[in-house]
């Protein structure tokens, strides 16, 4: 059986991931750093439906905590397939009221987190001879976004990240790709006002939200795409660029 590690996979957009990966049969770990009860939450959630996620803690913008997480999961699972990075935060803010410890921690999550299991789970696909990995970014690293600059920043970064590592990664037969949510559904959209929203909506050609679950069936299709690497899959409903 395939196993798939979920960076923030307990909660939102990362949660839909797991629900599909585990509908199609994978062994699924779901990572999660601060929100424990929610993490139990989904666990629970998923148990009641007679599938097994195994959660794991870490900070992916942490290297020792990184390595510590991917080590436990090759003691168990002896190796990995799919690597979901997920995992993502984002702060709303004009620039001149954007602190260096907002930069600081958005990059370390979004970028950093990225980076430092990506590296880990390539070491062992490497050795096994391939795999996938799935760096979920936003359509505001293509386009950019007003008072969310670095957010914006991290996310046209994992695009350029996921166009170099496919290219370095494809002797070794493992695919990396990308997904560009539009406006999906999640909390992670809360601090929108209603007429920011209705706004956004206008121009999604669908006239409706995304949701968890069209982000989730496109990563399953990326991790399994086979001959598609180095791609940017954009969800967005049509959203105008």
């Not at 957009?13 to 750093?33: P, T």
């Amino acid at each position: 059986m395939k196993t798939v590690l979920i960076t923030g996979g307990t909660r939102g957009i990362g949660k839909a991931i797991a629900e599909r990966f585990l509908r199609a049969g994978y062994e699924v770990i779901l990572n999660y750093c601060h929100d424990e009860q929610s993490a139990l939450a989904a666990q629970n959630e998923f148990n009641e439906q007679d599938y097994c996620p195994v959660l794991m803690r870490a900070d992916v913008s942490d290297e020792g905590q990184v390595k510590a997480m991917f080590a436990e999961i090759f003691r168990i699972y002896g190796k990995i397939d799919v690597l979901v990075n997920n995992a993502g935060i984002s702060k709303i803010n004009v620039i001149q009221d954007t602190t260096l410890a907002d930069w600081e921690e958005i990059m370390g999550v979004n970028l950093r987190g990225v980076f430092l299991c990506s590296r880990e789970a390539a070491r062992s696909m490497i050795s096994y001879g391939g795999g996938a990995i799935v760096n979920i970014a936003s359509i505001w690293g293509e386009v950019g976004a007003s008072c969310e600059v670095a957010y914006s920043a991290t996310k046209g970064g994992v695009i350029a990240f996921t166009k170099a590592l496919a290219k370095e990664l494809a002797p070794s037969r493992i695919i990396v790709n990308c997904i560009s949510p539009g406006v999906i559904d999640t909390q992670m959209n809360s601090d929108f006002t209603q007429d920011e929203m209705e706004d956004l909506i206008e121009r999604i050609p669908l006239g409706r939200l995304g949701s968890g679950e069209d982000v989730a069936e496109a990563c399953l299709f990326a991790a399994e795409s086979g001959y598609i690497t180095g791609e940017v899959i954009s969800v967005g409903g049509g959203f105008a660029k």
